[in-house]
């Protein structure tokens, strides 16, 4: 059931400003109302509340100023708290106008005596309410109105305009004031209702009296004057006289009485109404119609889809056997080719795969001294915080070897340290797997390695996923259940785990591999006409947003099949996801039922989280405050607060300048101060961009392999050269991964 109120808005377009204000009065709505609320603020002519739903409503408004804004929330509250979710016609004979008199005065009653401070809200707005003539009784005796439009005006702006009742009337009021109950509210609005109808129908039969008896005596009297030079009676002497006064010609008796005939004979036979009904409410609601302006933007209003994991998810296990099946057939490809054609391929050795796995092998061993430095690190700096909320205590057993000290020592008693242990870890990687990314990947799944291999040293559990939208939906699984306005989520996303804690260290070595030789796939310097990614698992299309969406079950659910108390959300990527959509059921006049469409974000669009009772302004931008990334990471951090979510952006050396840009603007001190450090470092981390931190990374200094090497007939200066770039390069990727490791620990 919704129940209206007659408001007092109009419409703008939403600011920034506009959706400040909107939020701050949606979490005075729900303080108010001691409940999360779902607050919603649409182009519509007066606020309501649907007590089924719980969804406030809200008009955006533009003349209406704080105070009737706030007295507004209130009200609305006051039935969110009051107002039971149930039909009250049944079995009742009223009109809604009458109900909302008496529940209106009932429920602000409840929220002043609740809130004291509402009083004050309440009063100060009808105020500027009575000075602006809201009700349109500024030109209106009090008199003219029925006992239901004065009991409005009474509760509503009787502190300034008097209203007076006879002890018929009053009657009504004392029974008003003393409702508590909606039951209470129920009887009273009826008992109203029958009085003013039988105050109408009083009324009604006056007029039959009245129109009786100049029908028996007047129109006689009027008649028997025809065709006599006698004068006009006094009333048509009066009403000629007035005539004459204002210039106008005079008219002749008989036209007179015609006039006065038609004039009975309408009246006579008026169709007459016998409903009461409520003046105050009616002009109310046509002062509305006026003010509020319908034809802007509506706002959207879009929820979280609750997404089916077991169809997203590419299990490791099926993963890593769609990898090994490939490697055979592309194995078997080249020795079907190597028999056809012998003369072409005679000099082509078997191993295809040789050349890329001694690299990933060498790799591996090369990248056992950042493992170390890592593991160094993490435990010094994991030392450091123990030692640093620790506590040292009184234990009240005399320390004997501070005995001979008792002549100018008090304290002879031994003490204890105690160390809280850590915070058990764990790590959840999602990996960039979409097209810009071939450039970089080899790097970026080097690092990948790093943080891989260092989390099973110290034995932190770990998940590694990769987004796609290539991987064949065969079983054409549905992701999500699709409805109406949330987030789209396309059935071909799909979340590839290529790496576990799960697995065993003897299958990792071969895990790793496959992925390696994978990213080789998309490498110029190292990919082979014979080597070919497996289908699904090439490089596509980037649903980083949709990826966001699904970290909103996948990382609970991993903190508690985990048991750790303090997880990590790290992100590799080198971009923004791609636009995101919404769910929008569209209804077209020549169809007989609607279908469920598609829309982009747009300006205007709201996502909101339902459990935290929040609401996010969203639209297509790919950056900044409203970006989709970045308010899904919003909503990440606040849904998730014990959890941390650190970004790493690869990117040319180029692209550093843009990137920075892209949160800081250009020419102010902390866009020269990070642009100081990308030059020097090639790397720095921004702290406003969605996540904890984003580190800013050159691809070039990533990887591990920038060992010492020089020609045979290489002069000093060049072995200097490339010693000092050998060391560079390494002093820039220990700081990265320091940084890195200072988060997690």
């Known amino acids: 059931m919704t129940v209206p109120w007659g408001g007092f808005v109009v419409i703008i377009g939403i600011s920034d400003k506009e959706t400040m204000k909107h939020e701050i009065k949606s979490t005075l709505a729900k303080l108010l109302a001691t409940e999360d609320l779902i607050v919603e603020h649409k182009n519509v002519e007066t606020a309501q509340f649907d007590v089924h739903s719980r969804v406030l409503t809200l008009p955006n408004w533009e003349k209406a100023s704080e105070g009737i804004f706030d007295m507004l929330v209130c009200h609305e509250v006051g039935h969110a708290l009051y107002t039971p979710d149930?039909?009250?016609?049944?079995?009742?004979?009223?009109?809604?106008?009458?109900?909302?008199?008496?529940?209106?005065?009932?429920?602000?009653?409840?929220?002043?005596?609740?809130?004291?401070?509402?009083?004050?809200?309440?009063?100060?707005?009808?105020?500027?309410?009575?000075?602006?003539?809201?009700?349109?009784?500024?030109?209106?005796?009090?008199?003219?109105?029925?006992?239901?439009?004065?009991?409005?005006?009474?509760?509503?702006?009787?502190?300034?305009?008097?209203?007076?009742?006879?002890?018929?009337?009053?009657?009504?009021?004392?029974?008003?004031?003393?409702?508590?109950?909606?039951?209470?509210?129920?009887?009273?609005?009826?008992?109203?209702?029958?009085?003013?109808?039988?105050?109408?129908?009083?009324?009604?039969?006056?007029?039959?009296?009245?129109?009786?008896?100049?029908?028996?005596?007047?129109?006689?009297?009027?008649?028997?004057?025809?065709?006599?030079?006698?004068?006009?009676?006094?009333?048509?002497?009066?009403?000629?006289?007035?005539?004459?006064?204002?210039?106008?010609?005079?008219?002749?008796?008989?036209?007179?009485?015609?006039?006065?005939?038609?004039?009975?004979?309408?009246?006579?036979?008026?169709?007459?109404?016998?409903?009461?009904?409520?003046?105050?409410?009616?002009?109310?609601?046509?002062?509305?119609?006026?003010?509020?302006?319908?034809?802007?933007?509506?706002?959207?209003?879009?929820?979280?889809?609750?997404?089916?994991?077991?169809?997203?998810?590419?299990?490791?296990?099926?993963?890593?056997?769609?990898?090994?099946?490939?490697?055979?057939?592309?194995?078997?490809?080249?020795?079907?080719?190597?028999?056809?054609?012998?003369?072409?391929?005679?000099?082509?050795?078997?191993?295809?795969?040789?050349?890329?796995?001694?690299?990933?092998?060498?790799?591996?061993?090369?990248?056992?001294?950042?493992?170390?430095?890592?593991?160094?690190?993490?435990?010094?700096?994991?030392?450091?915080?123990?030692?640093?909320?620790?506590?040292?205590?009184?234990?009240?057993?005399?320390?004997?070897?501070?005995?001979?000290?008792?002549?100018?020592?008090?304290?002879?008693?031994?003490?204890?340290?105690?160390?809280?242990?850590?915070?058990?870890?764990?790590?959840?990687?999602?990996?960039?797997?979409?097209?810009?990314?071939?450039?970089?990947?080899?790097?970026?799944?080097?690092?990948?390695?790093?943080?891989?291999?260092?989390?099973?040293?110290?034995?932190?559990?770990?998940?590694?996923?990769?987004?796609?939208?290539?991987?064949?939906?065969?079983?054409?699984?549905?992701?999500?259940?699709?409805?109406?306005?949330?987030?789209?989520?396309?059935?071909?996303?799909?979340?590839?785990?290529?790496?576990?804690?799960?697995?065993?260290?003897?299958?990792?070595?071969?895990?790793?591999?496959?992925?390696?030789?994978?990213?080789?796939?998309?490498?110029?310097?190292?990919?082979t006409p014979w080597i070919e990614a497996p289908v699904g698992y090439r490089l596509s299309g980037t649903p980083l947003n949709e990826t966001m969406v699904a970290l909103r079950q996948i990382l609970p659910e991993f903190k508690k099949n985990n048991n750790v108390e303090k997880v990590q959300c790290v992100v590799l990527t080198d971009g923004e996801g791609q636009p995101m959509r919404y769910n929008k059921e569209v209804h077209r006049d020549w169809e007989d039922k609607p279908y469920m469409g598609t829309q982009y974000f747009t300006e205007g669009c709201f996502v909101r989280d339902r459990k935290l009772g929040t609401t996010y302004r969203i639209d297509g931008h790919y950056y900044d405050e409203r970006g989709q990334t970045d308010v899904l990471l919003r909503n990440l951090r606040e849904r998730l607060p014990s959890m941390n979510f650190i970004g790493i952006r690869i990117m040319s050396s180029r692209e550093g300048s843009s990137f920075a840009h892209r949160y800081l603007g250009y020419g102010n001190e902390a866009y020269e101060k990070v642009m100081v450090r990308w030059r020097k470092e090639k790397s720095f981390a921004l702290k406003n961009a969605g996540y904890h931190t984003y580190f800013g990374m050159a691809s070039q200094s990533l990887g591990n392999d920038a060992e010492f090497e020089v020609q045979d007939d290489a002069t000093k200066a060049q072995i200097k050269k490339a010693f000092f770039k050998s060391l560079k390069n390494k002093k820039m990727n220990k700081k990265i991964l320091g940084e890195f490791i200072e988060l997690v620990a």
């Open 86 to 527: 149930r039909d009250w016609r049944e079995g009742r004979v009223l009109s809604q106008a009458f109900i909302n008199i008496v529940e209106d005065a009932r429920i602000e009653k409840l929220m002043k005596r609740r809130y004291e401070g509402v009083s004050k809200t309440f009063f100060n707005a009808y105020n500027e309410l009575t000075d602006i003539d809201f009700f349109q009784i500024k030109d209106k005796e009090m008199e003219e109105l029925n006992l239901a439009d004065r009991i409005n005006l009474h509760y509503k702006v009787g502190n300034f305009v008097d209203i007076d009742f006879i002890p018929e009337e009053q009657y009504f009021i004392n029974k008003i004031d003393k409702i508590e109950t909606f039951d209470e509210a129920l009887d009273v609005a009826e008992e109203l209702y029958a009085y003013c109808k039988q105050q109408k129908a009083e009324e009604k039969e006056q007029m039959d009296m009245e129109m009786e008896s100049v029908n028996d005596t007047g129109t006689d009297d009027i008649q028997s004057n025809r065709g006599q030079n006698t004068d006009t009676s006094d009333e048509f002497e009066e009403m000629q006289g007035e005539e004459d006064m204002e210039g106008q010609p005079q008219q002749n008796n008989d036209v007179v009485i015609e006039d006065f005939e038609n004039l009975m004979n309408n009246m006579a036979n008026e169709e007459w109404n016998e409903e009461p009904e409520s003046e105050t409410m009616e002009a109310l609601n046509d002062a509305l119609k006026n003010l509020t302006n319908t034809q802007g933007r509506n706002s959207e209003y879009i929820d979280f889809p609750e997404l089916i994991l077991e169809n997203i998810i590419v299990d490791n296990s099926q993963v890593h056997d769609d990898f090994d099946k490939n490697w055979e057939n592309n194995y078997k490809h080249m020795i079907e080719y190597k028999k056809k054609y012998p003369e072409m391929y005679q000099n082509r050795d078997e191993d295809i795969y040789g050349d890329i796995d001694k690299q990933f092998y060498k790799f591996k061993k090369d990248a056992q001294k950042e493992v170390s430095y890592l593991i160094k690190e993490f435990e010094c700096k994991k030392s450091a915080g123990a030692y640093a909320r620790s506590s040292t205590s009184r234990t009240g057993i005399l320390d004997t070897k501070s005995l001979h000290t008792y002549k100018f020592n008090e304290d002879l008693f031994k003490k204890i340290t105690v160390v809280p242990d850590g915070k058990n870890h764990g790590l959840v990687f999602v990996l960039d797997w979409s097209g810009s990314m071939n450039s970089v990947m080899m790097d970026t799944l080097k690092q990948l390695y790093n943080l891989i291999w260092f989390c099973r040293k110290v034995q932190i559990p770990y998940e590694v996923y990769a987004f796609t939208i290539d991987y064949p939906n065969f079983d054409k699984a549905r992701v999500v259940e699709v409805k109406d306005r949330e987030i789209t989520i396309p059935d071909n996303f799909h979340l590839l785990n290529f790496f576990t804690h799960k697995t065993k260290s003897k299958d990792l070595d071969r895990q790793m591999l496959n992925i390696f030789r994978c990213a080789a796939c998309f490498d110029w310097n190292m990919s």
